[in-house]
């Protein structure tokens, strides 16, 4: 099993969320974040003093599948989050060794 965190805009969650549930996939969490990487900040003005806003305001979903549908994800995130430009975000993944859904205890892929 594998856990996929993507970090993306805000304004591709709905496309992301769409395109992953289209190839088979239901489940995520997501999280408001803020951080910066290339894209760096810029320069706001509010109330006529300029300020320069370095952390970014992103979403971060988190994902756990199974290996066979790990492939599909990705390119389903990135097909659906891409715009070409600075700062459409990044995409982690690491092993998940178990899981255990706590309502029926299940564990492992029974309980994705």
């Not at 190839?23 to 109330?47: A, D, L, N, P, S």
């Not at 070409?84 to 975000?89: A, C, K, L, N």
């Amino acid at each position: 099993m594998k856990k996929v965190e993507a970090i993306v805009r805000h304004f591709k969650l709905e496309d992301v969320k769409s395109a992953i549930t289209e190839v088979g996939i239901h489940g995520m969490t997501v999280t408001e974040v803020r951080g910066f990487g290339r894209q760096k900040g810029h320069k706001e003005t509010y109330r006529g003093a300029e300020y320069i806003v370095d952390f970014m305001p992103k979403v971060k979903m988190e994902i756990v599948v199974g290996d066979a549908d790990l492939d599909k994800l990705v390119e389903a995130i990135v097909r659906s989050a891409r715009t070409g430009q600075v700062g459409d975000g990044k995409i982690f993944i690491t092993n998940v060794d178990q899981v255990v859904r706590i309502r029926t205890g299940e564990q492992n892929d029974e309980a994705l």
